[in-house]
């Protein structure tokens, strides 16, 4: 299959400022969830009292999370 063509896209000063803006928002709310998550694990009592499926539901809570969080910091540095 052979393109069609190319779209160019212009992205504006103000555009990137607030791409910026939302991921730092969206960061800021993964770093959040992963605090709490990490907390909950942290705690022996929570750990040793939960449902096994419960505390994997959260150590996957924590991965997606932190892999969510890496992609966003790499694409919040990639539009400077």
Do not use: C, W, Y
């Amino acid at each position: 299959m052979t393109p069609l063509g190319e779209i160019f896209l212009a992205i504006t000063k103000a555009d990137k400022a607030a791409e910026s803006e939302r991921l730092d928002k969206e960061i800021a709310r993964l770093e959040g969830e992963v605090r709490t998550v990490e907390d909950k694990l942290k705690n022996k009592s929570f750990v040793d009292r939960a449902p096994a499926a419960v505390v994997v539901e959260h150590r996957l809570r924590r991965k997606n999370f932190s892999e969510q969080l890496a992609r966003l910091k790499q694409a919040r540095a990639s539009l400077n």
